[in-house]
């Protein structure tokens, strides 16, 4: 059984709820939550919540959660998408950017490799990006929003500057494919997963508003670099986009944080449990969007070529 949350602490619409009850003492947890939750703790897997409920005005913290509607409208909510177009401007803009440095590792920095082990430090990059997605949600759940946030920006960029110095190869897969891939993960799947909490009805207008910063990303940060590349050399260009990276993380810094409310996960979910309990259609979507991504990304990189 989660703490006992006070009156005080609860939200107002809930306290609401409860003044009205005759007696609320006597409130049966497990009748309000089959009445107002779109779903039974008893249902959820890995739930420790399951069997007899006593009656008393202790509530589980994701009774609370369930029950606060996010307050779309507000500066603070609108102040997260903007910030969430900065995060993907970032994460998806450099990416997207990759086949530019590509074309200049390929025949100025490291003519001597093969096309096919230049393009590795892309696609490691790309990939841990989502790989990292099932650690960071599950520690998201656990309430660690900008403890993972913040320290991915400064992987980021810190990486970004350190590529300045690179000259090897090994030296550009560990730099700007295993450090800025695993930065970018931290900050673009938590950045994702906060934006979510904070909209109800608007959810469509802000992920456009953060999908749009990858289109807008990848328009400066491939512009910088073709442009810098060409016109002055490989130094200059990671420090300029390692500037345009550094004022562009700050924001999202400083304002990301967990939806006010927002419970986190004590319980320790089963993996397992949970992947049995997937409908067949939806195994399918995954195995198809899988297939779609293996050689969605090829010719970003192979354009400049």
Known sequence: ??????????????????????????????????????????????????????????????????????????????????????????????????????????????????????????????????????????????????????????????????????????????VQGIMMGIGMGMVFMTATLCLTTYFKNNIGIAMFIGSAGSSIGGIVYAYVARQLLRHANFRVTCLAMGGIMLGTMIPPCVVFKLFPGRASLPTKIVFWNTVKQLEPTFIIMLVGMFLTFIGLYCGFYFVST
């Open 1 to 174: 059984m989660a703490e006992s949350i006070e009156l005080e602490d609860v939200p107002t619409p809930l306290v609401a709820r409860l003044r009205r009850s005759r007696d609320v003492h006597d409130l049966d947890l497990e009748q309000y939550r089959a009445e107002h939750s779109p779903r039974s703790a008893r249902e959820r897997p890995g739930s420790e919540c399951s069997g007899p409920v006593r009656r008393s005005i202790v509530l589980s913290a994701s009774a609370v959660a369930v029950n606060v509607d996010p307050a779309d409208g507000r500066s603070l909510v609108w102040k997260h998408a903007v910030c969430g177009l900065l995060v993907f401007f970032n994460c998806w803009g450099i990416n997207l950017s990759f086949g530019v440095f590509q074309e200049y590792y390929v025949n100025w920095l490291t003519p001597s490799l093969l096309q096919s082990r230049v393009v590795l430090i892309g696609s490691v990059q790309l990939a841990l990006m989502f790989i990292l997605a099932i650690p960071v949600g599950r520690a998201f759940d656990s309430g660690w929003c900008r403890a993972i946030l913040i320290p991915g920006a400064v992987l980021m960029c810190v990486s970004q500057f350190l590529l300045s110095a690179c000259q090897k190869w090994w030296e550009l897969f560990l």
